[in-house]
């Protein structure tokens, strides 16, 4: 799919500080509608952190995130409120490494909650959208389930459903198999696969090295809260520039000019 002309997202010399803690030292890039973005990079590069900034669960120290031009930080130089970034944050859907589904609701009703609360649309139209959700996911057949009853793989096949109902302009994955067995982490990417293939915008921090090659539009490499290497994956997995995406790659098994 062609991408806009206009980012959907764009970040702008982006930083963020704990204390003394610098994890993020400037970032900037561009996602266009359309498109998918893979951030790869050992633990402690800054990727979870970047995600949550421009989600903002988390507020930057310095540099802004803009969503279709507009800011998630300011607005006529002040810092924007909570009801702005909640207005905003509408229309970025997160999906966590866990799950955090309602326990005492089924299936069904964990998919139609924020559409009913949030987006203020009546039960019977919650209730459409959540099951169309839950057919995009392949679970309709445990919308009456408790997530007890579920597989690791299905709850977060529902917090994927859970995330489009709210009809997101752009889908953001915080490492979403990172606690899946082999089996289970398989079924959760052929959904992504599958978003990815309907046009879907996404952004996505991941350890799973074949899934960013074969899915992504673009691939950034993170490396001590700084992008170290970016470009299309053929390129990032198939002749890195810089010795520290060598040594990552190497690391993760993916051998060079082949699929993982």
Same mark, same amino acid.
């Given at each position: ?10 970040? *702008?010399?982006?930083?963020? $500080? ?13 996602? =266009? ?11 402690? @590069?800054?990727? @979870?952190? !970047? %995600?949550?900034?421009?989600? /903002? ?5 310095? &540099? ?6 507009? @800011? ?15 207005? %905003?944050?509408?229309?970025? &859907?997160? *999906? ?7 326990? =005492? ?13 949030? /987006? ?14 839950? /057919? $995009? ?37 915080? +490492?979403? #198999? ?8 398989? +079924? ?33 490499? !993170? =490396?001590? &809260?700084?992008? +170290?290497?970016? &470009? ?9 520039? @810089? ?5 990552? !790659?190497?690391? #993760?098994? *993916? ?6």
């Amino acid at each position: 799919m062609a991408a806009a002309a206009t980012p959907c997202i764009r970040v *702008v010399d982006l930083h963020k $500080r704990f204390d003394e803690l610098e994890v993020l030292k400037g970032v900037s890039f561009e996602v =266009h509608r359309g498109t998918v973005l893979s951030m790869i990079g050992a633990s402690g @590069s800054g990727k @979870s952190t !970047l %995600l949550r900034c421009i989600n /903002r669960l988390e507020a930057p120290t310095a &540099g802004d995130v803009l969503f279709e031009g507009q @800011s998630l930080v300011q607005a006529n130089g002040r810092a924007l409120g909570y009801n702005e970034i909640n207005r %905003l944050r509408r229309d970025l &859907g997160m *999906v966590f490494q866990q799950f955090n589904l309602w326990p =005492h609701m089924t299936v069904l009703q964990n998919v139609m909650e924020a559409p009913r609360h949030v /987006r203020n649309m009546d039960k019977a139209k919650a209730r459409e959208v959540a099951e169309a959700c839950l /057919r $995009r996911v392949h679970l309709w057949d445990k919308a009456g389930a408790y997530p007890a009853r579920l597989s690791g793989g299905q709850q977060q096949r529902v917090a994927i459903a859970r995330a489009l109902a709210m009809q997101p302009k752009v889908m953001l994955f915080d +490492e979403p #198999t990172s606690s899946l067995d082999p089996e289970l982490t398989e +079924e959760v990417l052929a959904v992504m696969r599958e978003l990815a293939r309907d046009g879907t915008t996404m952004i996505v921090v991941t350890h799973e090295m074949g899934f960013a090659r074969e899915v992504s539009d673009h691939v950034m490499f !993170l =490396h001590n &809260g700084l992008v +170290e290497e970016q &470009g299309p994956p053929e390129r990032v997995f198939g002749a890195p520039q @810089s010795e520290r995406l060598r040594q990552f !790659l190497s690391r #993760t098994n *993916v051998q060079q000019g082949s699929r993982a």
